[in-house]
Structures are given as structure tokens and as C-alpha cells.
């Protein structure tokens, strides 16, 4: 069985949650924004930055990479503003955008290893952003648990970090990686069993 600490359907992490947007907001301001009116593009810019900065840096467990995905993102999803149908949707769209740009990076970064050229540093593990009060054991299996999805390709990484330490349904999980539904069940099925055999290997699972 899956450790306690991944165990299946439940999150790995309490997450503090960016505060909510309010959609109709978001959609004056865009209305606003491509009238012309650039401070209405930086509030929407201020309104969810945050939340965006937060999920990608544990996605990629590197916060200077994800200072630049999040940027790249925002210039994207302001450069396609006009077509975006339902503007009350902006912010989950806008989230789709950079978990697209993370996996961009994902590839990037595996090039740059395969080539002896990646010099980032993981700062942002989850070992690393976890309760300072979580127990020693806990600790320590999240540090396995990191190892082993820096393993993973990135499409199974994403699904399963999305739905189990983003904490996301399997609906919204589908739409920001870009899939069907039933894409991502057997993206977060095959995360599972290898991060499982990962984690056996290392004498990590518990006992039934």
C-alpha cells in the first residue's frame, strides 16, 4: 500500500490557499484592460499572482523557475486576452497556462541535464515547504516522496502533484494539464504505481 503521507485520494500536504477571486471582478477588469486602461491589467495581475507563484513552485520545487514561468504566463495569457470566451473563468485559465509553461520548463530542464548543463537548485521541495511541526517520519517520507518524482516523466508528475498536493479535482486537474478526464485518471494511476515501486524500494511503505 501507499505510505500514509500518499496515501490515495487524500492530499499530501495542508496547503495555505491564496485568497478566492471574485469573477466578476476579474471580468471588469479584463473588459477594462483591453479597453485600454493598463491599471486594470495590474490589478488583475495583483489578484492572482500569488496563488499562481505558490502552485508552480511546488510544481517545480525550484522558486527561481518559477518566478520565471510565472511571468512568461502572465504575458502569455494577457497577450491572448481577447480570446478567452468566459472571462469570469480568467483565473483558472490563467493557471492552465502555467501548468502548460511548467511543463515547458520540465522539458527544458531534462535537455539541460542530459547535457551536464542544469545548474538549478531544488528549493522548494516538498520536504521543504511542509509544516515545520510535521514529525520527523513524515519528514522523512516526503523527502523519499520528492526523489521519487523528480523521476517521473513530467505529464505524470503534474497530474499527481495537481491532484494530490494541489489538492484539485479530477475535472480541474484534466483541465490544467490539457487532457480528457480519462487521460489523467491513468496519468495519476501510472504516477501511482511508480512512485509506489519507488517508495517500496526504499523501505518506505507501511505495513497493511
Known sequence: MLPPVIARDAVVLPLARAPGSDATLDRDLIERGLGGEQ??????????????????????????????????AFVAAFGDLRRLEDRSRF??????????????????????ARLGLDRGSD???????????????????????????????AELRLAWMLRHVEGCELLETAQQCGCSLATVKRRI??????LKDSLDASGETADE
Open 91 to 112: 483565473g483558472a485559465w490563467l493557471m492552465s497556462i502555467a501548468v502548460h509553461q511548467t511543463h515547458r520548463r520540465f522539458r527544458r530542464r531534462r535537455l539541460l
Open 123 to 153: 528549493d522548494a521541495r516538498l520536504e521543504q515547504v511542509a509544516d515545520p511541526a510535521l514529525s520527523p517520519d513524515l519528514r522523512a517520507q516526503l523527502g523519499h516522496l520528492d526523489r521519487a518524482l523528480a523521476e517521473l516523466p
Open 189 to 194: 494511476a501510472r504516477a501511482d504505481v511508480r
Open 39 to 72: 491599471a486594470a491589467l495590474q490589478m488583475l495581475y495583483r489578484r492572482h499572482v500569488q496563488a499562481v507563484t505558490e502552485r508552480v513552485t511546488r510544481l517545480l520545487s525550484r522558486s527561481a523557475e518559477a518566478e520565471d514561468v510565472v511571468q512568461d
